[in-house]
């Protein structure tokens, strides 16, 4: 599978991003999609996750005001971002991957696209 990244930018706080993934390869082997960050100097973390039947999950720092979905049809996840901060300046991943009992296992990871939000 692999994972092509697009949609970052340049924003002034308060505006907003989307940001889009397109899967191409074996899909069917995708149990989730989904997008992590990484800023300067801190650890990749989970963003917002979606499953094949369509279960939601975000980080804390961002319910309520990013909404992530997928087109199918597509095979594309979408991650919309609206009232950004400052520190949601990162390196944004595409990840796709499989879901074991409860766990999310990455499999594949698409190339980072650069999100920065000025104050």
């Known amino acids: 599978v692999q994972l092509q990244a ?3 930018g340049l924003v002034q706080a308060g505006g907003s991003l989307r940001l889009s993934c397109v899967a191409s390869g074996r899909a069917v082997s995708i149990g989730f ?9 801190k650890q ?5 996750a979606i ?3 369509d279960t ?13 979905s997928r087109d199918n049809a597509k095979n594309t ?4 971002m609206n009232s950004l901060k400052p520190e949601d300046t ?7 991957g499989r879901i074991i ?19």
């Open 56 to 68: 939601t999950n975000y980080a804390d720092s961002v319910k309520g005001r990013f909404t992530i």
């Open 77 to 80: 996840v979408y991650l919309q």
């Open 44 to 48: 990749r973390e989970l963003v917002a």
């Open 33 to 41: 999609m989904g997008w992590h960050r990484q800023a300067p100097g």
């Open 101 to 119: 009992v409860t766990t999310r296992i990455t499999d594949y990871w698409g190339k980072g696209t650069q999100v920065t939000v000025s104050s």
């Open 51 to 53: 499953t094949s039947g």
């Open 90 to 96: 990162a390196v944004y991943y595409c990840s796709a």
């Open 6 to 8: 697009s949609g970052g």
